[in-house]
């Protein structure tokens, strides 16, 4: 394989402290899947009224659930038919391994598989822990990821090669209980590079191709229009496009701006050991570094864009 | 007369327009307190009584209805800016519902309603640019129902509406309608009278004012600013007057007036029961559910603590850091005022109440926002520990909420145990950002905990 410099989460600035070598990158992106509530309304919203995010007739409740491979029934149009088309990389998947200071026969089988963002019977599902503004802050769009127990997989449905880990807070309890110094490494913080919000992303604009978000909103304006001018729509189905549109327009340069968005997240994997399946060599107990972005989120679809790099310690 | 006691409808002296301002102050809380009642009722996808379809369309006005009422929260925050410009205290009491004020040709009654044709016929008489203007036809004859005794309450009998007090009126200030309460303020800040009393009027410190230039106007479509004389005293009048009527406002704008007659003509159109009958203008005694009662009381309790919040963040505001995380008594009263307190407790109590059961069969409970008689004055606070023991006693009343739920309205229980979670949260949160103390531990045992309550 080659070793080509280590690197952080796709040229953003902030890269998390690289195990020393040897050691294993795997860089990962991908569009994800998020259905939750946008301020006003209250996190446990289970539909919206309020916000910019809603879930429509025909559509099962909110669950919050970061879901970076969701199945393609769980998506909205026009990303079922993008998907399909291959124009939008709709998974989160390995796009490359690279090893530094070192070999690890088998790593590439990882390429092209998924990776996962697991639920934990009592923390629950991967969410963005908000509460409006009682965890992270809904003004600067910062928010806590919890539980965060990543799983990388080679692709098919008997993956050979397999690691998981889970990061674990250094004090027990819920995030309600718990103060912000205990989870603040795992909050996703404006780019440190740039202009915060005021400017949007370049890295982002170049990962989902989008750079006029105008015209990316009446472009999807005009296509749900097409679809409510069509025939086969029952009356729940009309009602749903007519609150997508409503929704867009409504909240204008609130939702479009959220294309341009980027966070990052920065932190080592620790405090519970890893276990790796397939691959000989990892060290399981060492803090794994992650870096990523998450990113370039598109709401009326409520999906977004992630971008990173694992790293895997390795036994000298 | 350039002594104050001009009843021709002219604001000719500070007093006056103080007075003026305070009047304004509590029309618009009262009117943002029936539109969110009214948005509460509106039921919800997968309730009882509306199909897929017509709770999107349902939820289309849901929408609506709270961006106005939001809009009059800017509506308020910007008379308090004006308040604050002009060296006066800011103003956060309204009068209990129902009420009736003298502002109208008609007497305009504010009753705590369902949302319907009535309530939305009285929303569009509120807010109608000609306040003689009739309720056509196409209302189906409610312009009475506007001016008069609801007739989709319940069968209980009618609360009479007390008299609202006009602060301006005992000043001598005789007043038509809001529109002209409006205009006489802005005749009054930029003195087209040419009283001597009217000079000099901004003494105020802008920097002072908490809201400061349009922070959430790109995401909420709320346009807040500092006021600081008379230019910026007038585009705040204006914006009140385009948001509201519509005045001066582009075809096509989607004025208070414009989005609730747009609403009504929808619903009839193609009427359909969209909101759960509520008990009209709920109170003990028209109430009598056990567990109504409490929501009603620990509802009216996270409501005046947030207008504790308000009125102090106004009196005691320091201009924090523009980085950092925030800290300091200011900080932690604007950080837990809005989202914490607006949405995390107020909406979702207001929600649980609307499908209470009341006590009278088929009838459900709703907000009093009641201002309990010791807390009347809403005197401002620069004590962090009164607002860390006001939310540490919100879990408590809540709590006792999510016990009598267990009996009459277990499926409550999860989203009340959501809700005990954030008010202890914020409890914590308050201390933290302002420097006090609070004994955490003690706080989070008050909390229920059940399986799936986790995060």
Not at chain 2, 97 to 110: K, N, Q, R
Not at chain 2, 225 to 248: C, H, K, N, W, Y
Request: aromatic share 10%.
């Amino acid at each position: 394989m080659s070793a080509p410099a280590p690197q952080g989460a796709g040229g953003s600035a902030g890269t998390p402290p690289l195990p020393p070598a040897p050691s294993l990158q795997i860089d990962f992106e991908g569009w994800y899947l998020v259905r939750l509530t946008t301020d006003p309304d209250p996190t446990d919203d289970r539909r919206g009224v309020s916000g910019y995010t809603l879930a429509v007739a025909g559509e099962p409740d909110f669950d919050s659930w970061i879901r970076l491979n969701p199945p393609l029934s769980q998506l909205r149009e026009p990303a079922v038919s993008l998907a399909r088309l291959g124009a939008m990389r709709v998974g989160v998947t390995v796009s490359a391994v690279h090893a530094h200071g070192g070999e690890l026969a088998g790593a590439e089988q990882l390429v092209g598989g998924p990776v996962e963002l697991l639920s934990d019977p009592e923390r629950g599902n991967p969410q963005y822990v908000g509460r409006n503004s009682l965890i992270g802050s809904d003004e600067t769009i910062q928010f806590p990821i919890d539980p965060f127990i990543i799983q990388v997989s080679a692709p098919g449905p008997t993956p050979t090669v397999s690691l998981r880990r889970a990061d674990v807070l250094p004090e027990p309890g819920a995030m309600w209980q718990l103060p912000s110094t205990v989870w603040s490494y795992r909050v996703g913080v404006i780019a440190p590079d740039g202009d915060g919000d005021a400017v949007p992303s370049m890295e982002v604009m170049n990962a989902i191709n989008v750079y006029d978000f105008y015209e990316y909103y009446r472009d999807r304006t005009r296509y749900l229009q097409s679809l409510l001018a069509g025939d086969g729509l029952d009356d729940a189905g009309r009602e749903a496009l007519k609150t997508r549109l409503y929704a867009i327009e409504f909240f204008g340069d609130r939702i479009r701006s959220r294309l341009g968005l980027k966070r990052i997240w920065d932190f080592a994997i620790s405090r519970a050991s890893g276990s790796v399946e397939g691959l000989a060599g990892v060290d399981l107990e060492s803090p794994w570094p992650i870096s990523f972005w998450m990113g370039g989120f598109d709401g009326d679809l409520m999906m977004g864009y992630m971008r990173g790099s694992l790293f895997l310690p390795l036994l000298a | 007369m350039a002594d104050g006691t001009d009843f021709t409808g002219v604001i000719s002296s500070k007093d006056q327009l103080v007075a003026a301002l305070f009047d304004l102050a509590e029309i618009e809380q009262t009117v943002m307190c029936q539109y969110l009642t009214a948005a509460f009722t509106i039921r919800r996808a997968g309730e009882p009584g509306v199909d897929a379809a017509q709770a999107e369309r349902a939820r289309r006005w849901a929408a609506g209805v709270s961006k106005v009422a939001r809009q009059e929260m800017e509506h308020l925050a910007l008379v308090n800016n004006l308040l604050l410009a002009i060296g006066a205290a800011p103003h956060f009491w309204r009068p209990p519902f129902p009420v009736a004020y003298g502002y109208f040709p008609v007497d305009l009654e504010f009753h705590l309603m369902s949302f319907g044709p009535d309530s939305l016929a009285r929303f569009i008489r509120f807010e109608a640019p000609d306040p003689t203007v009739a309720i056509g036809p196409e209302t189906g004859g409610l312009a009475a129902a506007a001016g008069g005794p609801s007739s989709g309450g319940s069968p209980l009998a009618e609360v009479s509406p007390g008299p609202a007090r006009s602060h301006a009126a005992e000043l001598g200030v005789a007043l038509g309608s809001v529109q002209d309460l409006l205009t006489a303020v802005r005749d009054a800040v930029n003195n087209v009278h040419g009283f001597p009393a009217l000079d000099d009027l901004f003494t105020g410190d802008p920097n002072k004012e908490p809201v400061q230039n349009f922070p959430l106007g790109f995401a909420m479509n709320i346009f807040e600013f500092t006021i600081s004389g008379p230019v910026t005293a007038t585009a705040a009048i204006d914006l009140m007057l385009e948001q509201g009527e519509g005045v001066r406002a582009q075809p096509d704008f989607s004025s208070h007036y414009v989005t609730f007659s747009d609403i009504l003509a929808e619903l009839l159109a193609a009427p359909f029961g969209a909101a759960w009958p509520m008990v009209q203008d709920p109170a003990p005694g028209r109430v009598s559910a056990p567990y109504a009662l409490a929501l009603m009381d620990a509802m009216s309790y996270a409501y005046v603590t947030t207008l504790y919040m308000l009125v102090s963040w106004y009196t005691f505001f320091h201009p924090e850091s523009a980085s950092g995380p925030p800290s300091g008594f200011s900080a932690a009263l604007q950080e837990m005022s809005i989202g914490p307190m607006m949405t995390m407790q107020v909406r979702p109590l207001g929600e649980l109440l609307t499908r209470a059961p009341s006590g009278l069969a088929g009838w459900f409970a709703g907000p009093q926002w009641a201002i309990a008689a010791a807390d009347e004055p809403l005197v401002p606070s620069d004590d962090p520990a009164f607002f860390v023991d006001r939310l540490v006693e919100l879990v408590r009343r809540e709590v006792v909420v999510h016990s009598l739920a267990g009996s009459s309205q277990p499926a409550d229980q999860p989203r009340l145990e959501y809700i005990i979670q954030s008010a202890a949260r914020t409890a914590m949160d308050f201390a933290a950002i302002s420097g006090s103390s609070i004994d955490r531990q003690a706080v989070m045992a008050l909390v229920p905990s059940s399986a799936g309550a986790s995060r």
